[in-house]
Each structure stands twice: as structure tokens, then as C-alpha cells.
């Protein structure tokens, strides 16, 4: 079945310190991958997407590339600022279910 | 535009008393719609999802049950709560030609 693992959390930066948060994941076929955010007691939020192998999805900052080579889709972000504190799950969608699948979550904390 | 509503926000209930949350999507239709929970410190775990009224796929045996009575409908349900389903509870949906799914803003479920 598919599966997505990312690693443990949490992550604790300094602000404007470079962010990497790991994620490989398992699947038959050819899923689309995603990265959500979910701050404190709030639901899940898009944060970025790719939709087919060598694809960079991008947003506020934040990129990742999906590489089928290495089945990874790493999160990465040049600069963090405090107000990026937040849980993050790497995810991929199987074609059939179109349900997704999630990673555990890291959770980051970014100090002024 | 589309939008997700998913209430109650915040939920304590006994031990064995029943249970009913739902979720409606406004500014779509046909949707696929999916009940997903996370557990205190882990990931996100697919429960049901629906693809149409009336079509229920379950992917984890428990004491939860869902129904979708209407097309922007999605119920979750129980007749008698246990400890172990206390968690966050999110609402999502998809589009049959879209990759992306967009969550409601989850219900926090503590059993006691």
C-alpha cells in the first residue's frame, strides 16, 4: 500500500535559519505529492504541490521538488521566520481513491 | 468559491453516549468527501470517504460509522463513544479532476 514517511520532529530554529524537513513515500503508479501546514488548533492548509516527477512546487517561501529517482519531496525554506511554527505533513494522493495519504507530521518551532 | 464547514469546533463527551459531527461543502458539487483523525502527537489516519451519495468506504474497522445523505453532506457518527476515539476530526473534499483537497477546520473530540 502506500505510505509516506517523514522525519521526527521536532524541529527547533533560530529565525532566518535554513529549513529541511525529509519526506520519501511509497506508491504504485504515479501519485501527486503535497506538503499541508496546520497551525495551533486549526485545520490543514495547502501549502504547496507537484503533480508529476521533476515538478518544483513552491509557496511563501517554501519549495519542493518531487523526485521519482529517489521517491522523495523534500520541504525546504531559505529563511525561517517565527510565524512559520507550525505542524507540517508531507502527503500523497493515489489516483484511484483520490484519498490522501499522510506522513506523521513534523513539527517546527522557529525562536526569535 | 468553495467553502468547507465542519462543526462542532469543540466537543467533551461520555464515555458511551453517541456522537455526530458534520460537515457540509457549499460552492461545488459532486464532491468527494472524506473524514479523517488525528490522534494526540501523530499523523492523520483516512476513516471514510465517499465518492456519492449514499456510497460510504470505510478503511479502518472501529466504533464509527459516516452516512452522506445529500451530495455536500458528510456525517460521522457513533452510537456509544470509547476513550480511544477521542482526537481531532477533519472534514475533507476533493474534485474528481483536481488533485487537491481542502479541509475543514477540524472538531477536537475528548471522550471522557
Known amino acids: 500500500g502506500n505510505s509516506v514517511t517523514q522525519m521526527e520532529g521536532p524541529v527547533t530554529l533560530s529565525e532566518e535559519a535554513f529549513l529541511t524537513i525529509n519526506c520519501t513515500y511509497t506508491?504504485?503508479?504515479?501519485?501527486?505529492l503535497f506538503w499541508y501546514v496546520q497551525y495551533p488548533g486549526e485545520g490543514l492548509q495547502l501549502l504547496l504541490k507537484a503533480t508529476k516527477a521533476d515538478d518544483k512546487g513552491s509557496n511563501k517561501g517554501f519549495e519542493a521538488t518531487y523526485r521519482k529517482e529517489t521517491t522523495s519531496f523534500h520541504l525546504e525554506k531559505g529563511s525561517v521566520q517565527v510565524s512559520d511554527s507550525a505542524v507540517y505533513f508531507c502527503a500523497l494522493m493515489d489516483t484511484g481513491r483520490r484519498a490522501l495519504t499522510f506522513g506523521s507530521g513534523t513539527r517546527l518551532q522557529v525562536q526569535p | 468559491s468553495q467553502t468547507i464547514h465542519q462543526w462542532p469546533a469543540t466537543l467533551v463527551q461520555p464515555v458511551g453516549s453517541p456522537l455526530s459531527l458534520e460537515c457540509t461543502v457549499e460552492?461545488?458539487?459532486?464532491?468527494?468527501l472524506y473524514w479523517y483523525r488525528q490522534a494526540a502527537g501523530r499523523g492523520l489516519q483516512l476513516l471514510f470517504y465517499?465518492?456519492?451519495?449514499?456510497?460510504i468506504s470505510s478503511e479502518v474497522p472501529q466504533n464509527l460509522s459516516a452516512s452522506r445523505p445529500q451530495d455536500r453532506q458528510f456525517i460521522l457518527s457513533s452510537k456509544k463513544l470509547l476513550l480511544s476515539d477521542s482526537g481531532f476530526y477533519l472534514c475533507?473534499?476533493?474534485?474528481?479532476?483536481?488533485?487537491?483537497?481542502?479541509f475543514g477546520q477540524g472538531t477536537r473530540l475528548t471522550v471522557v
Open positions: 465517499s465518492v456519492g451519495i449514499g456510497q
Open positions: 506508491a504504485t503508479g504515479y501519485p501527486s
Open positions: 475533507a473534499w476533493t474534485l474528481e479532476r483536481k488533485t487537491e483537497a481542502f
Open positions: 460552492g461545488t458539487s459532486n464532491p468527494n
